[in-house]
């Protein structure tokens, strides 16, 4: 099961930290997606549970940063410089895969948290 929290509302430029608490099994790699309306799911970002090693969209890249806390079974995704563009419903997913980037290799999903950023 996966839970997202720390969305809200922020101006442009500000900052927000998501976190996804993780409970039962442990997967490979953990990642955010996001989805504005009228608009497909995106990847933003990824980071595999044993190694730590990320990968970002190009969109986000320098601006956002995933970590995980193995220990609390956490997954935070912290968003700086952020833009309107951003303003979308963030997910966070878990994939048995190594460093997948395609929604369609994550198995669990969490409900989502909005994250809007006014201009």
């Known amino acids: 099961q996966l839970e997202e929290s720390g969305g809200g509302l922020v101006q442009a430029g500000g900052s927000l930290r998501l976190s996804c608490a993780a409970s039962g099994r442990t997967f490979s790699t953990y990642g955010w997606f996001r989805q504005a309306p009228g608009k497909e799911r995106e990847f933003v970002a990824a980071?595999?549970?044993?190694?730590?090693?990320?990968y970002y969209a190009d969109s986000v890249k320098g601006r956002f940063t995933i970590s995980r806390d193995n220990g609390q079974n956490t997954v935070s995704l912290q968003m700086n410089s952020l833009k309107p563009e951003d303003t979308a419903v963030y997910y966070c997913?878990?994939?048995w895969g190594l460093g997948t980037t395609t929604a369609h290799d994550y198995g669990l999903w969490g409900q989502g948290t909005q994250v809007t950023v006014s201009s």
């Open positions: 997913a878990a994939s």
């Open positions: 980071i595999s549970w044993n190694g730590g090693i990320t």
